[in-house]
């Protein structure tokens, strides 16, 4: 980020804009929605600002911008689209310490100004850098159609209901209060009356929740994905979105966790491989303990919840401490490794089942299980299999699987940094060795990448 968006106290202080024509109109419209004294220099202004001036809401002064007229404001606006006159604009705010914006012009400016959606006191500024004005224009039409015309007046009535929702307890309840007001009991009575209707919609709801019995907490086991936070179920953002507490395993990236509550607090009890890990009775004691303390607690788990996620033990935990809990399902890792490859997992005549097989437990297949996986045609997927690769193509050939048999390994699968590996059984081992993958990584035994397609954005081959 080159620019860091605030918001600036504007009222009852100087906005200085030079300039009269179309590109000071076009400001002076955005700066006109605020409560600050507006100073415009032109010496021929357009018909607008002359009416504005008239109907007194900005000060007109017929000259030109001298130095001293920057004095004491909070902001400039070089808006005579004149290089020269916009640069000596420039030089007098630096001198003068007031940040300035020369309309068009990025390199010069101190300052960018966003495209507003305006709901006051809700004020959603977006900005591009510069970069894509007409995707920041698009988002502006979308966030326009999607924010109701009364959220300025439900914010209104909110700011000054703060204090009575005092009396519910701060946390999980008085969230649940300002939801129920701005999801359906604040735009209902807004619709059907105004700021009085809202009034009184406001206090029968607190009435309502105060009544309410005190909310138990829950554990909701939610599957973070792959880790590209586009690859959330919506379930999961939402879930994110209420949680107290985020308990999570390492494989969750940094970009799902954002998306987490700001106020929640994220405790991170990852393992690393074979490393050092909270042991898992810690995790249980973990979740029950927020839970009974009313928390809603979420339990996000890199892929889905319940593939190879320890699922089974910790629901039995927060079962037997008589608590409450969901699963949210989410996209495996398999299932992200055959998009980057361009394969589905079962097809018709070619494989009509899947095993989803863990590398840790390798060693602990029966002798008909490596029989069966070894049979032509079968595909498997195989998870925390890096380390356990050599034994399990070992096996696999000893009990006479195909060495051709085409094998896939994708490192990163769904998220940033994604790289697919073709091999076959008897090159996997050196081939992954040497591709030095340090990712998670998935093994696709039996698929081969569907390079033919050039419609496979960020596969990229890196031995075969
Ligand atoms: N519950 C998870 C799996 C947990 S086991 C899921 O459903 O995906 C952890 C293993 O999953 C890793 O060692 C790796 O083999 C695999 N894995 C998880 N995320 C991955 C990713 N983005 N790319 C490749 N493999 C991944």
């Given at each position: 980020?080159?620019?860091?968006?605030?918001f600036m106290a504007?009222a009852g202080?100087r906005?200085?804009?030079?300039g009269g024509g179309?590109?000071?109109?076009?400001k002076l419209?955005?700066?006109?929605?605020?409560?600050?004294q507006?100073?415009v220099?032109?010496?021929k202004p357009?018909?607008?600002?002359?009416?504005?001036?008239?109907?007194?809401?900005?000060v007109?002064?017929?000259?030109?911008?001298?130095?001293p007229?920057?004095?004491?404001a909070?902001?400039?606006?070089?808006a005579?689209?004149?290089?020269?006159?916009?640069?000596q604009?420039?030089?007098?705010?630096?001198?003068?310490?007031?940040?300035?914006?020369?309309v068009?012009?990025?390199?010069?400016?101190a300052f960018l100004?966003p495209?507003?959606?305006?709901?006051?006191?809700v004020?959603?500024?977006?900005?591009?850098?510069g970069?894509a004005?007409?995707?920041?224009r698009?988002?502006?039409?979308?966030?326009?159609?999607?924010?109701?015309t009364?959220?300025?007046?439900?914010?209104?009535?909110?700011a000054?209901?703060?204090?009575a929702?005092?009396?519910l307890?701060?946390?999980a309840?008085?969230?649940?209060?300002?939801s129920?007001?701005?999801?359906?009991a604040?735009?209902?009575a807004?619709?059907?009356?105004?700021?009085?209707?809202?009034a009184?919609?406001?206090r029968?709801?607190l009435?309502r929740?105060?009544?309410?019995?005190?909310?138990?907490?829950?554990?909701?086991?939610?599957?973070?994905?792959?880790?590209?936070?586009?690859?959330l179920t919506?379930r999961?953002?939402r879930?994110?979105?209420?949680?107290?507490?985020?308990v999570?395993?390492?494989?969750?990236?940094?970009?799902?966790l954002?998306?987490a509550?700001?106020?929640?607090?994220?405790?991170?009890?990852?393992?690393?491989?074979?490393?050092p890990?909270?042991?898992?009775?810690?995790?249980?004691?973990?979740l029950?303990?927020?839970?009974?303390?009313g928390?809603?607690?979420v339990?996000?788990?890199?892929g889905?919840?319940?593939?190879?996620?320890?699922?089974?033990?910790?629901?039995?935990a927060?079962?037997?401490?008589?608590?409450?809990?969901?699963?949210?399902p989410?996209?495996t890792a398999?299932?992200?490794?055959a998009?980057?490859?361009?394969?589905p997992l079962?097809?018709?005549?070619?494989?009509?089942?899947?095993?989803l097989?863990?590398?840790?437990d390798?060693?602990?297949?029966?002798?008909?299980?490596w029989?069966?996986l070894?049979?032509?045609?079968?595909v498997?997927?195989?998870?925390?299999g890096r380390?356990?690769?050599?034994?399990?193509?070992g096996?696999?050939?000893?009990?006479?699987?195909d060495?051709?048999?085409?094998?896939?390994?994708?490192?990163?699968a769904?998220?940033?940094g994604?790289?697919?590996?073709?091999?076959?059984?008897?090159?996997?081992?050196?081939?992954?060795s040497?591709?030095?993958?340090?990712?998670?990584?998935?093994?696709?035994?039996?698929?081969?990448?569907?390079?033919?397609g050039?419609?496979?954005?960020?596969?990229?081959?890196?031995a075969?």
């Open positions: 980020m080159q620019h860091f968006p605030v504007v202080r906005i200085v804009v030079a179309e590109a000071a109109c076009a419209r955005l700066l006109l929605r605020t409560e600050a507006i100073h220099f032109a010496t357009a018909l607008e600002i002359r009416r504005w001036a008239e109907a007194g809401r900005l007109l002064h017929r000259r030109a911008l001298e130095a007229d920057l004095s004491g909070v902001l400039a606006y070089g005579e689209e004149d290089r020269a006159a916009d640069g604009l420039a030089e007098w705010a630096r001198a003068a310490g007031v940040p300035h914006n020369i068009d012009d990025l390199d010069r400016s100004t495209a507003l959606v305006d709901r006051d006191p004020v959603v500024a977006i900005g591009t850098e970069a004005p007409v995707l920041a698009r988002i502006k039409a979308d966030l326009e159609e999607r924010l109701p009364s959220l300025g007046m439900l914010a209104r009535a909110a000054g209901f703060r204090r929702a005092e009396a307890p701060a946390g309840a008085r969230r649940a209060f300002w129920a007001f701005f999801e359906t604040g735009p209902e807004a619709r059907n009356g105004g700021a009085g209707e809202v009184d919609a406001l029968r709801l009435g929740h105060l009544a309410r019995a005190p909310r138990t907490g829950f554990v909701e086991f939610v599957g973070a994905g792959p880790g590209d936070p586009d690859l919506l999961a953002r879930a994110l979105d209420r949680a107290d507490v985020v999570h395993d390492r494989l969750v990236t940094a970009g799902v954002d998306l509550r700001r106020e929640a607090l994220l405790i991170d009890v990852g393992k690393e491989g074979f490393g890990s909270t042991p898992q009775e810690a995790i249980h004691a973990l029950v303990e927020h839970a009974r303390a928390r809603h607690v339990r996000l788990k890199g889905d919840p319940s593939v190879f996620g320890r699922l089974e033990e910790e629901i039995a927060v079962e037997s401490a008589g608590l409450a809990w969901s699963v949210v989410g996209i398999a299932s992200a490794a998009a980057a490859i361009g394969q079962t097809a018709r005549g070619r494989n009509a089942g899947l095993r097989l863990t590398g840790h390798a060693a602990g297949l029966a002798e008909h299980d029989r069966a070894a049979r032509p045609g079968e498997a997927a195989i998870y925390m380390r356990a690769a050599r034994r399990m193509q096996r696999l050939l000893m009990h006479g699987a060495p051709s048999t085409p094998v896939s390994v994708v490192e990163n769904g998220r940033a994604q790289r697919v590996l073709a091999t076959t059984l008897a090159r996997l081992e050196p081939d992954l040497d591709a030095g993958m340090s990712g998670p990584v998935l093994i696709l035994y039996g698929l081969a990448p569907r390079l033919a050039a419609a496979l954005p960020g596969l990229e081959e890196v075969s």
